[in-house]
């Protein structure tokens, strides 16, 4: 991943209009985004076999992991965004931890939506209190708060500073969501992980690691495009500011 | 009610009567509703995927157009301060 400095190098370049080595690397990877897709569903549809149990939905299980994947990646962002926030204080790890938190909460309302529907087949139920699902939920709603907080408590260093120590914080829940299952136990199904079955067929392991593939790209891109939007919004502001110190625009 | 709860009163376990008893009465699964139809849940969980995708992309593209006005604004009155400052 781009780090925060190359991502504002991407800002500078996408607001003067001019093309860069960060544009071609961004569009390169949304490219290769929408090829995993279209491949990834062709995989899942046409070539992965349906499960003998489960039937046709598990086929949500190719997506639903991959997701669940790309929040974590979107938590860590913002992990590592809101850490380089509080060491540095530069609007660069700001950026970044708000991107991070976005996709998050994104990732993370598809995983419980997807979820619920995979459960509604195997359980019968959309929602039980089962540990993987409740210290997922947590995380998501914590993201939530991020975000609330980041749209409506205003954009003064001590509301970053506050919302960087959240973005770090919030990140302790996640190694809990990921051990759950082994530790507490709980219906939630552990095929790919230790004691778990695994996928029994290779078409099946193929369709899960493009699934992989796929959303991790789709996390670059998504986090990629909002850390720009984010970096080229604080620079037009910072802009405006002296624009109107300097008496231009008043009137 | 739980999962367990619901996986113990499935229809495949439910009716653990004799065969005169499953004919002469129907009993309702309660709570879960193992019934659903897995192609109607498979397409309503892509859909959503989709849809959740398009907003947060949509929203983005949505933050840019609002920062293009901006820009543009900001663009008008700096040339119209130029021309200000070339008049004097």
């Known amino acids: 991943m781009a780090t925060s400095e190359a991502l504002a190098a991407g800002t500078k370049v996408e607001t003067s209009g001019s093309r860069s080595w960060g544009d071609v690397v961004f569009y390169t990877v949304l490219a290769l985004c929408a090829a995993a897709f279209l491949i990834t569903l062709q995989v899942i549809f046409f070539k992965a076999p349906v499960e003998s149990t489960m039937g046709i939905v598990q086929k949500i299980f190719y997506f639903h992991v991959p997701i669940a994947y790309s929040m974590y990646v979107g938590a860590a962002v913002c992990f590592l965004g809101s850490a380089g926030y509080l060491a540095r204080g530069t609007r660069g790890w700001d950026a970044l931890a708000r991107a991070g938190a976005e996709c998050a909460v994104a990732m993370g309302v ?55 120590a959240l973005g770090v914080l919030g990140a302790a829940n996640l190694p809990i969501i990921h051990y759950s299952v082994q530790k507490w136990g709980g219906n939630h199904p552990k095929v790919i992980t230790s004691g778990g079955g695994g996928l029994q067929h290779p078409d099946m392991k193929l369709a899960l690691m493009l699934g992989f593939l796929t959303f991790t790209l789709l996390a670059v891109v998504l986090i990629w495009t909002r850390v720009r939007i984010e970096l ?10 002296e624009a109107l110190e300097l008496g231009v625009g008043e009137e | 009610m739980s999962a367990d709860q619901a996986g113990q009163q499935a229809p495949g376990t439910a009716g653990q009567g004799t065969a005169d008893d499953r004919g002469a009465t129907f009993r309702a699964v309660e709570g879960g509703n193992q019934m659903q139809s897995g192609e109607k849940l498979l397409v309503e969980a892509y859909a959503v995927i989709w849809i959740v995708i398009l907003v947060f992309v949509a929203s983005m593209f949505r933050r840019q157009r609002r920062l293009d006005r901006r820009i543009e604004t900001l663009e008008a009155a700096l040339q119209k301060a130029r021309a200000k400052t070339g008049s004097e």
């Open chain 1, 110 to 164: 598809l995983v419980l939506v997807t979820g619920a529907l995979w459960g509604a087949k195997a359980w019968g139920v959309y929602w039980t209190w089962d540990p993987r699902l409740t210290t997922a939920l947590l995380s998501v709603l914590i993201y939530v708060a991020y975000v609330v907080m980041r749209a409506f408590a205003g954009d003064g260093d001590s509301e970053r500073k506050f919302a960087a």
């Open chain 1, 232 to 241: 080229a919004a604080s620079r037009l502001s910072e802009a405006e500011e």
